[in-house]
């Protein structure tokens, strides 16, 4: 079973810095690209950022691009986001996923097959 948990959430105030992980497991984590994707409240989902399967290619949403830093660690089937600079802008659940491939993915979002359960992050004085 496919499962992907999200930790690291919680409350900062602007321009502090979080860093979300994703545990995964019941799949070859190394065999598919991994994806960031967020919701703030009263929103869509919204693409934030993605890895492909060996790290060597990340992309990055325009509005977080030089803030936030995707990265993976094969070995320990890991996928992290580096957040500096939060604004309150950020404010939303965040959600990682897999994609359907081992390149790396963007848009649209039908391209991510699981997704965990999110992880909270607010970004408030």
């Known amino acids: 079973e496919v499962q992907l948990v999200e930790s690291g959430g919680g409350l900062v105030q602007p321009g502090g810095s979080l860093r979300l992980s994703c545990a995964a497991s019941?799949?070859?984590?190394?065999?598919?690209?991994m994806g960031w994707v967020r919701q703030a409240p009263g929103k869509g989902l919204e693409w934030v950022s993605s890895v492909s399967w060996n790290g060597g290619t990340t992309k990055y949403a325009e509005v977080i691009k030089g803030r936030f830093t995707i990265s993976r660690d094969n070995a320990k089937n890991m996928l992290y986001l580096q957040m500096n600079s939060l604004k309150s802008e950020d404010t939303a659940v965040y959600y990682c996923a897999r994609a359907t491939r081992d390149a790396v993915v963007t848009v649209p979002l039908t391209l991510y097959d699981y997704w965990g359960q999110g992880t909270q992050v607010t970004v408030s004085s």
């Open positions: 019941g799949f070859t984590f190394d065999g598919y690209a």
